[in-house]
């Protein structure tokens, strides 16, 4: 959550926005944001889902644990899912990643260009053009 909350600005300045959804209580939210230094930062919205809807929902419930896998989940202005990330226990998100992502998407959204491996947004994007299949 403080890693994510550090590029909030990056974020909203892609015109984006953030919920922080888990399966503990709207108390334990209200006090790790209280008494945690890094989670005091987190400007963005935290949701409760005790019942676990949300998390079933979208596939990233672990039964036994009752608790989410760590996840990160965008989904486009239609509501559609363009992207859906789950991380192991033992590995932390890529924040840098998932601005990537989030920038890709919206690159290929605006000019119809794909984005490459690595891509950056400094870098141009490739046709999406079936005669360029194995030529570039």
């Known amino acids: 959550m403080a890693a994510v909350a550090a590029i909030y600005p ?3 300045a892609l015109q984006t926005e953030v919920l922080g ?6 108390y334990a939210h ?3 944001t209280e008494v945690s230094p890094s989670a005091s930062k987190v400007q963005f919205q935290l949701v409760s889902d005790r019942n676990h809807q949300i998390s ?11 608790a989410t896998f760590r996840a990160t989940i965008i989904i486009d202005p239609e509501g559609i899912i363009s992207s859906k ?3 192991p226990n033992e ?8 601005l990537r992502v989030l920038e890709g998407i919206q690159y290929a959204r605006k000019t119809g ?7 950056l ?6 046709q999406k053009d079936p005669d360029f299949i194995g030529k570039i």
């Open 10 to 12: 990056k974020i909203i």
């Open 21 to 26: 959804i888990s399966t503990d209580s709207v």
């Open 30 to 32: 209200k006090v790790f």
């Open 56 to 66: 079933k929902a979208y596939r990233v419930l672990n039964e036994h644990a009752g």
């Open 85 to 87: 990330m789950i991380y």
């Open 91 to 98: 590995v932390g998100r890529s924040t840098f990643e998932i």
């Open 113 to 119: 260009k794909g984005v490459p491996e690595n891509w």
């Open 121 to 126: 947004p400094t870098q141009s994007g490739i």
